[in-house]
C-alpha cells in the first residue's frame, strides 16, 4: 500500500513471515477429541503430551476460547479447540480487519459518487473468514471466490490502492481497470480472482486441485463461494470428481444466509452445507470468529495434503450491507437483525474485546490506530482516483484475434475505434 500507516500492516507481517492478512504469529495449537487414557499408564500419558506439543503451531501464550462448537461431519475428530496466539498475532488481525472495513467503506462513497461503475459487492461482516483462512494458508495454496471479492483479495496480499484503482477503472488497477469489482487478481500470490458466474468456482477450484495433485506439490486449493451458489449443478459435478480422485481441495462456503434477497432455508431444503454429501466430510464454524476459521483451516489444509481427498468448511457469516449497491439489504431483513450482528458478533470487536482483555493495548490507543487507518486509507483511495486511465490498446489486448477489422464505440459513440 502506497501510505506509510497502512503499509505498516504488511512490514509487521513481513517482520513475522508473511503479508497482508498472513499467518505469520503465533498460534499454538492442540488438537481436541478426547483426553489421555489414564489406565495406560504414566509412560503413556507423557507420549501423548510428547505427540500434542509435536502438533502445536507456533509459540504464542495467550489462550483464545473458541465462542462456539464445531459442527462435524463424516469426521472422528476435528479442528483444534484450544487455540493460543500472541500479541503480534492479535494486533495483526486487527490491523488487517480494520483495513479491509476501511477499505469497503470507502468504495461504499466512491460508488455512490458515482466514480465506480458496474456491479460492486461488499465485504464488511465477512472480515473474519479472509484474515483467518490467510493465517492457514501460504501464498504457495491457490485461492479463488465468487464475485464478493475484496477481502480476499487484500489477504491474497493485494492494496488498497490497487482494489481502488480496479474499481474505478484505472490503469494501475490489479487487471489494469479491465476487471471491475467482481474481477480482482493476484496471479503472483496464486490468486485467480473474483468470479462473476454464481457456482464457477467449484469446478475451477477443483481444477486447480488437480493441478497441485498431478504436480506432486504439497498444497491445496481453496475454492470459495456462497450459500446462493450451493444448490448450482456444476458444484457436485466438480465435488464428485474431487473426491473420486482425492484432490487436495478445501470448498469453503461463507454462508450469509441470504442469496441475493433470498434466505438460504426458502432456497435449500436443507439450509446447512457442509454436511450434505456422503462421501466428502465437512465442517460447520463459526464465520465471525477469526481464531475458529483459522483452526478449521488449518485442519482442513491438513487433511488435503495428507492425502484424504476434498472437505467442505461451511463458515456461519453475515454481511453488512446488501448483495449489492442496487440493494438496499432492508426489505428482506429487519434492522434489528443487522444491529444485533452488529452489536453481537463483530469480528473486529472480537478481536478487539481479546486485546483489551489481555491488556495488550488501550481504547484510547485502538481508537487513534482505527482513526490513522482511516485516514490513509481515504488518502489511497483519492491517489487512485487521479490515476490514469487504461491506454487505448489495452482494448484490444488479451484477446485472440487482432484481424476481424470490426470497429468499437467509445463511452460517447460519436467515437469510434478501429480494431488492428
Known amino acids: 500500500m502506497g501510505s506509510r500507516v497502512v503499509q505498516s500492516s504488511v512490514r509487521l507481517a513481513s517482520a513475522l513471515g508473511r503479508g497482508l492478512g498472513g499467518g505469520g504469529g503465533g498460534v499454538a495449537v492442540a488438537r481436541g477429541g478426547g483426553g489421555t487414557d489414564r489406565r495406560r499408564g504414566l509412560a503413556s500419558e507423557a507420549a501423548q503430551q510428547r505427540r500434542d506439543s509435536e502438533k502445536r503451531v507456533g509459540s504464542g501464550d495467550i489462550r483464545v476460547d473458541l465462542l462456539n462448537p464445531f459442527e462435524l461431519h463424516r469426521l472422528h475428530d476435528g479442528p483444534a479447540t484450544d487455540v493460543f496466539t500472541s500479541k503480534e498475532e492479535l494486533m495483526q488481525m486487527y490491523m488487517d480487519m480494520t483495513v479491509l472495513r476501511r477499505m469497503e467503506l470507502a468504495a461504499d462513497m466512491l460508488f455512490k459518487s458515482q466514480q465506480i461503475r458496474g456491479f460492486c459487492h461488499l465485504y464488511d461482516g465477512q472480515e473474519a473468514i479472509s484474515v483467518g483462512m490467510e493465517a492457514a494458508l501460504t501464498y504457495e495454496d491457490s485461492v479463488l471466490t465468487a464475485y464478493r471479492d475484496h477481502g480476499i483479495f487484500l489477504g491474497r496480499g493485494g492494496t488498497t490502492f490497487e482494489a ?155 454481511r453488512y450491507h446488501g448483495h449489492s449497491m442496487s440493494d438496499p439489504g432492508s426489505t428482506y431483513r429487519s434492522r434489528d437483525e443487522v444491529q444485533g450482528f452488529r452489536k453481537e458478533r463483530d469480528p473486529i470487536e472480537r478481536i478487539r474485546n481479546i486485546i483489551l482483555k489481555e491488556e495488550l493495548s488501550t481504547a484510547e490507543e485502538l481508537k487513534k490506530l482505527d482513526k490513522q487507518v482511516r485516514r490513509e486509507v481515504e488518502e489511497e483511495a483519492a491517489k487512485a482516483r487521479e490515476a490514469p486511465q487504461p491506454e487505448e490498446h489495452e482494448l484490444f489486448s488479451n484477446i485472440y484475434r487482432l484481424d476481424t477489422g470490426l470497429v468499437t464505440y467509445g463511452c460517447d459513440r460519436k467515437d469510434t475505434i478501429k480494431l488492428p
Not at 441470504?258 to 438460504?264: D, F, K, N, Q, R
Not at 464454524?285 to 487433511?303: I, Q, Y
Open 164 to 318: 481502488f484503482s480496479e474499481l474505478m477503472g484505472k490503469k494501475t488497477g490489479c487487471a489494469i481497470g479491465k476487471g471491475g469489482s467482481m474481477h480482482l487478481y493476484k496471479r503472483e500470490n496464486n490468486y485467480y480472482g473474483g468470479w462473476g458466474i454464481v457456482g464457477t468456482s467449484g469446478p475451477l477450484g477443483t481444477g486447480l486441485a488437480f493441478a497441485l495433485k498431478y504436480q506432486k506439490k504439497p498444497n491445496v486449493a481453496v475454492a470459495i463461494y456462497g450459500d446462493g451458489a450451493a444448490n448450482q449443478g456444476q458444484l457436485y459435478e466438480a465435488q464428485n470428481c474431487a473426491a473420486l480422485w482425492d484432490l487436495p481441495v478445501i470448498y469453503l462456503v461463507e454462508n450469509n444466509h441470504y442469496g441475493m434477497g433470498t434466505a438460504e432455508w426458502r432456497a435449500s431444503k436443507k439450509a446447512t452445507f457442509f454436511d450434505r454429501l456422503s462421501y466428502i466430510p465437512g465442517i460447520k464454524v463459526d464465520g465471525m470468529d477469526a481464531f475458529s476459521v483459522k483452526a478449521a483451516m488449518l485442519f482442513a489444509k491438513e487433511h488435503c495434503v495428507a492425502g484424504k481427498g476434498p472437505i467442505v468448511v461451511e463458515c456461519d457469516t453475515y
